[in-house]
């Protein structure tokens, strides 16, 4: 359980990354745009002349500003969107118009709750916004992290759902958006309620803080971090930047509240001589670990990034790093380690919690427009002159932070082997993870028999001449159309057997006419091409000739179900690469079966997969084996190399841990052939069925050059 | 019932190689051999259930043996770990 949690949360990291790349360049933007567009900023450095409202500078420094701030200001739409793509499994423009229009239904049915409520005014202060032109409750990206979730999962739930004749046409694809619609307005009424509890919970804490002092800073720092990927953090933060809960003081005769209106108007005025540290204290810690420390963290995910990966995730972490050191905008790469490394978060509020607190202590008097990075250290501290604002303290600071942060950081990916960007396991290809998807609602999960829409298409594969002839495929309402390469190949009989209505050519096009039912045909075709199988879809039809008698071939084809039942198992190849007799293994143990009968694999590459459905039983300490028994009951040792027991877990690397639920085709183990091999291990597998005795027979089906999951054992009770 | 102690001295442990060799020496008695870590007991027959104890270098474990011939089994499969384990 505790995996599936974690195997989730990485997807939905991972998901994160497409609207994550887009922030820096909108960080930038945001960041110079509205620091030189601040009208308190052009006052203080006299810009006035060059910067003015109606001028050419000023409105492209506006442009950049409002650009930015659009992207920030959408970041839960972009997160709607971008995570319901990352998680979606196939399919995913479906998914990414889901999320928009459930967003959008979301917020307008708690807008709705809120004018019924009253309007805004009824509302707690500062927990509405507005968000596309609506008004709506504050939930920053968590509002579209929520979204996205949901929609991913009714997306996959529903993508290929089947509805009654009439209705057909609703049906798969098309049936996803009407679902999310219908449910997030649920959601959005439900919020409505749910919200403003979470919101007063967090104005509680506020109170907190303004009573204790030093550690009140401290915890203001930690619950500012902590709140924000939530984004809460405005609900918390505003009200000490913009109300009494910040401080009130009388400057050149007028009243001042909130904290950062406070430094504003020591700013303005001339008779500062030092700027209040009871305002700034809510503001200055952000520099040390915006300037330095989270940068110095990039450096350390950077370093802790396989080789082969550094130069991509360089430039992401790099960008990120660069957008936090300026403009102070942060989320672009928190986020990158957020959900992968919760724990690291957590380790970096409290470090954030206790730089507010020794700029407090140190009597730091810097502010900022609306973030720490070094434009507003430039302009609210240095150019101001240590003497009002101490910010020299603000560099020590930040230069131990650096050095901690990287250490920390450092320490905690490599021992921890947390999988920030650039150390995740392998994409499981596209390939081995749809077909082990396909495989797991089968029966006997190992067993092969084939799904009813898997013989559909594979008759319609075999119909269109074969994968290789197909050069594009779509639907319209009721028909597949399909661009081939030769049409001769073109078998309308095997078309019509498919269930085809009828089958129209026009040159290179052909069409064929399913009725409404056709997107989850194209949808079941294309989940099929992804598999091993569509390279020889004949085969699964039980006849590599396809023009054979159709009476024949279900014959066969019955033949072949029987032969998957209960009293068969069957167990796929664990490896790519060339199948040999166990007899043939150079080492005894193996090759006079005492470990029991099964067959052996010379790897092509350094990949083991699970070879059937089942659970793991347990992975060797030393990584180079693995025991799983099937969902059949077969106890199946994999064990990778001869000898490897002695390389001590060395070149091997697993992905699975005992207990754990896996379906054919997941990657069990990693190992570095070449590494094994230059110590001088021979990286021959063999596979053996551990209780044979409980068997009839154990056969091996397959020798010669093989494909992971290709046929290769077949068990009879 | 006729059992007997034994600390690993081999620096690998029981894996699959001697795992192997143990349940085929219990196959050939009749009577019926257990070996156990800690809390954990398997029957030594039962390969992946022995691997499973992840049996390594230090661990004591206790094998018994139940049935007409037990004596001989523990003879032998004593024999056996002081040889290799």
Same mark, same amino acid.
């Given at each position: 359980?505790?995996?599936?949690?974690?195997?989730?949360?990485?997807?939905?990291?991972?998901?994160?990354?497409?609207?994550?790349?887009?922030?820096?360049?909108?960080?930038?933007?945001?960041?110079?745009?509205?620091?030189?567009?601040?009208?308190?900023?052009?006052?203080?450095?006299?810009?006035?002349?060059?910067?003015?409202?109606?001028?050419?500078?000023?409105?492209?420094?506006?442009?950049?500003?409002?650009?930015?701030?659009?992207?920030?200001?959408?970041?839960?739409?972009?997160?709607?969107?971008?995570?319901?793509?990352?998680?979606?499994?196939?399919?995913?423009?479906?998914?990414?118009?889901?999320?928009?229009?459930?967003?959008?239904?979301?917020?307008?049915?708690?807008?709705?709750?809120?004018?019924?409520?009253?309007?805004?005014?009824?509302?707690?202060?500062?927990?509405?916004?507005?968000?596309?032109?609506? @008004?709506?409750?504050?939930? /920053?990206? %968590?509002?579209?992290? !929520?979204? +996205? *979730?949901?929609? =991913? &999962? $009714?997306?996959?739930?529903?993508?290929?759902?089947?509805?009654?004749?009439?209705?057909?046409?609703?049906?798969?694809?098309?049936?996803?958006?009407?679902?999310?619609?219908?449910?997030?307005?649920?959601?959005?009424?439900?919020?409505?309620?749910?919200?403003?509890?979470?919101?007063?919970?967090?104005?509680?804490?506020?109170?907190?803080?303004?009573?204790?002092?030093?550690?009140?800073?401290?915890?203001?720092?930690?619950?500012?971090?902590?709140?924000?990927?939530?984004?809460?953090?405005?609900?918390?933060?505003?009200?000490?930047?913009?109300?009494?809960?910040?401080?009130?003081?009388?400057?050149?005769?007028?009243?001042?509240?909130?904290?950062?209106?406070?430094?504003?108007?020591?700013?303005?005025?001339?008779?500062?001589?030092?700027?209040?540290?009871?305002? @700034?204290?809510?503001?200055? /810690?952000? %520099?040390?670990?915006? !300037?330095? +420390? *989270?940068?110095? =963290? &990039? $450096?350390?995910?950077?370093?802790?990034?396989?080789?082969?990966?550094?130069?991509?995730?360089?430039?992401?972490?790099?960008?990120?790093?660069?957008?936090?050191?300026?403009?102070?905008?942060?989320?672009?790469?928190?986020?990158?380690?957020?959900?992968?490394?919760?724990?690291?978060?957590?380790?970096?509020?409290?470090?954030?919690?206790?730089?507010?607190?020794?700029?407090?202590?140190?009597?730091?008097?810097?502010?900022?427009?609306?973030?720490?990075?070094?434009?507003?250290?430039?302009?609210?501290?240095?150019?101001?002159?240590?003497?009002?604002?101490?910010?020299?303290?603000?560099?020590?600071?930040?230069?131990?932070?650096?050095?901690?942060?990287?250490?920390?950081?450092?320490?905690?990916?490599?021992?921890?082997?947390?999988?920030?960007?650039?150390?995740?396991?392998?994409?499981?290809?596209?390939?081995?993870?749809?077909?082990?998807?396909?495989?797991?609602?089968?029966?006997?999960?190992?067993?092969?028999?084939?799904?009813?829409?898997?013989?559909?298409?594979?008759?319609?594969?075999?119909?269109?001449?074969?994968?290789?002839?197909?050069?594009?495929?779509?639907?319209?309402?009721?028909?597949?159309?399909?661009?081939?390469?030769?049409?001769?190949?073109?078998?309308?009989?095997?078309?019509?057997?498919?269930?085809?209505?009828?089958?129209?050519?026009?040159?290179?096009?052909?069409?064929?006419?399913?009725?409404?039912?056709?997107?989850?045909?194209?949808?079941?075709?294309?989940?099929?091409?992804?598999?091993?199988?569509?390279?020889?879809?004949?085969?699964?039809?039980?006849?590599?000739?396809?023009?054979?008698?159709?009476?024949?071939?279900?014959?066969?084809?019955?033949?072949?179900?029987?032969?998957?039942?209960?009293?068969?198992?069957?167990?796929?190849?664990?490896?790519?690469?060339?199948?040999?007799?166990?007899?043939?293994?150079?080492?005894?143990?193996?090759?006079?079966?005492?470990?029991?009968?099964?067959?052996?694999?010379?790897?092509?590459?350094?990949?083991?997969?699970?070879?059937?459905?089942?659970?793991?039983?347990?992975?060797?300490?030393?990584?180079?084996?693995?025991?799983?028994?099937?969902?059949?009951?077969?106890?199946?040792?994999?064990?990778?190399?001869?000898?490897?027991?002695?390389?001590?877990?060395?070149?091997?690397?697993?992905?699975?841990?005992?207990?754990?639920?896996?379906?054919?085709?997941?990657?069990?183990?990693?190992?570095?052939?070449?590494?094994?091999?230059?110590?001088?291990?021979?990286?021959?597998?063999?596979?053996?069925?551990?209780?044979?005795?409980?068997?009839?027979?154990?056969?091996?089906?397959?020798?010669?050059?093989?494909?992971?999951?290709?046929?290769?054992?077949?068990?009879?009770? | 019932?006729?059992?007997?102690?034994?600390?690993?001295?081999?620096?690998?442990?029981?894996?699959?190689?001697?795992?192997?060799?143990?349940?085929?020496?219990?196959?050939?008695?009749?009577?019926?051999?257990?070996?156990?870590?800690?809390?954990?007991?398997?029957?030594?027959?039962?390969?992946?259930?022995?691997?499973?104890?992840?049996?390594?270098?230090?661990?004591?474990?206790?094998?018994?043996?139940?049935?007409?011939?037990?004596?001989?089994?523990?003879?032998?499969?004593?024999?056996?770990?002081?040889?290799?384990?």
């Amino acid at each position: 359980m505790k995996d599936k949690i974690f195997g989730v949360l990485q997807r939905v990291g991972r998901s994160f990354m497409l609207p994550i790349a887009l922030l820096p360049v909108a960080g930038l933007l945001l960041g110079i745009g509205s620091s030189f567009t601040n009208p308190t900023t052009i006052e203080t450095y006299h810009l006035g002349k060059v910067i003015y409202e109606g001028g050419v500078l000023y409105t492209v420094l506006d442009i950049m500003s409002k650009t930015g701030s659009a992207v920030f200001d959408n970041l839960a739409l972009l997160f709607a969107m971008g995570v319901a793509i990352g998680m979606a499994k196939k399919e995913k423009e479906v998914a990414a118009l889901s999320g928009a229009i459930s967003y959008l239904v979301m917020n307008t049915a708690i807008s709705v709750m809120i004018d019924a409520k009253g309007g805004v005014e009824a509302m707690a202060a500062n927990s509405t916004t507005q968000v596309l032109g609506i @008004t709506t409750l504050q939930m /920053g990206v %968590f509002g579209g992290i !929520i979204v +996205g *979730l949901g929609v =991913a &999962a $009714l997306h996959n739930r529903f993508y290929k759902v089947e509805l009654p004749q009439v209705l057909s046409f609703f049906g798969g694809t098309r049936f996803v958006p009407i679902v999310c619609t219908v449910a997030y307005l649920l959601v959005g009424i439900g919020m409505f309620f749910i919200w403003p509890v979470v919101q007063l919970g967090i104005s509680k804490l506020g109170a907190l803080v303004l009573s204790s002092g030093y550690a009140g800073t401290w915890i203001y720092g930690i619950l500012e971090r902590a709140l924000i990927p939530f984004g809460l953090h405005h609900v918390f933060y505003m009200p000490f930047w913009q109300t009494e809960l910040g401080g009130s003081m009388v400057i050149d005769g007028n009243t001042v509240t909130g904290a950062q209106n406070i430094f504003f108007a020591e700013l303005a005025s001339k008779s500062t001589d030092v700027f209040s540290v009871s305002a @700034t204290r809510f503001m200055s /810690g952000k %520099f040390p670990f915006m !300037i330095f +420390g *989270l940068p110095a =963290a &990039a $450096l350390a995910m950077y370093r802790a990034a396989r080789p082969e990966k550094k130069k991509v995730v360089g430039s992401l972490l790099l960008s990120a790093a660069l957008t936090s050191m300026i403009t102070g905008i942060t989320e672009p790469l928190e986020f990158t380690f957020l959900f992968v490394a919760p724990a690291m978060y957590a380790v970096h509020c409290v470090l954030a919690g206790l730089s507010y607190m020794l700029m407090h202590i140190l009597n730091v008097g810097v502010g900022m427009t609306f973030s720490g990075g070094a434009i507003d250290l430039t302009l609210f501290g240095i150019l101001q002159g240590n003497a009002k604002t101490h910010w020299i303290w603000i560099v020590v600071v930040g230069l131990i932070y650096a050095v901690v942060y990287y250490f920390v950081f450092y320490f905690m990916i490599t021992k921890l082997n947390l999988m920030t960007p650039g150390r995740e396991a392998d994409d499981v290809e596209p390939k081995l993870y749809r077909r082990a998807d396909m495989q797991d609602k089968k029966q006997g999960a190992g067993a092969v028999a084939a799904k009813a829409e898997d013989i559909v298409s594979a008759l319609i594969l075999t119909g269109l001449g074969g994968k290789t002839n197909i050069s594009d495929l779509d639907c319209c309402a009721t028909r597949l159309r399909v661009t081939v390469a030769d049409s001769d190949k073109v078998d309308d009989k095997a078309l019509k057997e498919s269930g085809a209505s009828g089958v129209i050519h026009k040159g290179s096009g052909v069409q064929v006419i399913y009725g409404p039912k056709v997107s989850v045909i194209k949808s079941n075709l294309e989940d099929f091409l992804d598999t091993p199988y569509s390279d020889h879809p004949e085969e699964l039809l039980g006849g590599a000739d396809n023009t054979a008698d159709n009476s024949e071939k279900q014959a066969e084809r019955s033949e072949n179900a029987q032969n998957a039942s209960a009293e068969t198992e069957i167990i796929g190849a664990h490896m790519n690469g060339k199948a040999i007799k166990l007899s043939e293994v150079e080492d005894d143990v193996f090759s006079q079966e005492i470990l029991g009968k099964g067959a052996a694999i010379e790897p092509s590459e350094g990949k083991l997969y699970a070879p059937c459905g089942g659970k793991i039983d347990s992975v060797f300490d030393t990584k180079h084996a693995v025991n799983m028994v099937s969902a059949g009951g077969a106890e199946v040792l994999m064990h990778v190399g001869i000898d490897t027991v002695k390389l001590g877990g060395k070149y091997f690397e697993a992905h699975v841990s005992d207990g754990q639920e896996v379906k054919k085709g997941d990657l069990l183990l990693t190992f570095d052939i070449e590494q094994i091999k230059a110590a001088g291990y021979k990286v021959t597998t063999p596979m053996m069925i551990c209780n044979t005795d409980d068997y009839a027979a154990v056969e091996q089906l397959k020798e010669g050059e093989t494909a992971a999951g290709e046929n290769i054992i077949k068990i009879t009770k | 019932m006729k059992e007997f102690n034994y600390t690993i001295t081999d620096e690998i442990g029981i894996h699959a190689r001697p795992a192997g060799m143990l349940a085929k020496k219990a196959k050939a008695f009749e009577s019926s051999v257990t070996i156990a870590k800690g809390e954990k007991e398997a029957a030594l027959t039962k390969l992946m259930a022995v691997m499973a104890l992840g049996v390594k270098h230090g661990d004591t474990v206790t094998v018994k043996a139940e049935g007409a011939d037990e004596e001989a089994a523990i003879a032998e499969i004593k024999k056996f770990f002081e040889e290799n384990l």
